[in-house]
């Protein structure tokens, strides 16, 4: 069987954006990972959040090998993914008013905490309300966005903003507008979409980046091994008895 052509670009597609990403968003990632690492230095809890498809790449870093270990899904029902019946329940539900404000104030999330925000688009009122108020609380707001959105859509909320305006440090996965990155001859719509593939690879360069800062602080990255390699289990044990009080996954 021949290779696919389209398949082929898809791949020059993601590893041209890939690139894009390492090269023009290393100094936010690197203030990213620094913020990281000031919240485990001093004692506060990582949490990371997304809606729909952007929930992935935040289950992504959550009780992961390799990963750091207080990385704790903020979960809002019926936006873990595509969990609800009807599908588009879950988008019906990122635009209603007052939701993230209701889930932060009955949440965990403290001042001193960090939230990792991911929404591609960033223009609905659940991400925006949720940055705005964790701000408020006194928890550091990591955005996760195509900055794109913003330039070229208009904002989906009562405040008329997006994501990207309520966030200590952004990080723009440069993806476009539609996420869709081919199109075809015969095929009316755009397609294969990247945005997965370039926010999970910006969330795990952001992990990597707090556990070279801890390494130069002196610090141990409390980071999981994988069960499924000799003394991974004995070794996760030690670390989430160790840091138990900062880790919600296990409750």
Known sequence: MSESKLAGQFLDAAIGLLHR???????????AGAAIADTVASGGRLFAFGAGHSALPAQDVVYRAGGLALMNLLTVPGMVGVDVMPATLGSALERVEGLAT????TSPLRRGDLLVIVSLSGRNALPVEMAAHARELGVTVIGLTSVAYAERTSARNPSGTFLKDHCDIVLDSKIAVGDAELTHEGIEAPFAPASTVVTSALMQATL????????????EPPLLRSGNVDGGTEWNQRVMSEYGDRIFYQR
């Open 21 to 31: 990403v390492r090269d023009e968003e290393a100094g936010s990632v690197a203030a």
């Open 102 to 105: 209701t889930v932060l104030d």
């Open 208 to 219: 990597a980046a707090a556990a070279e800062e801890l390494v130069a602080r002196g610090i």
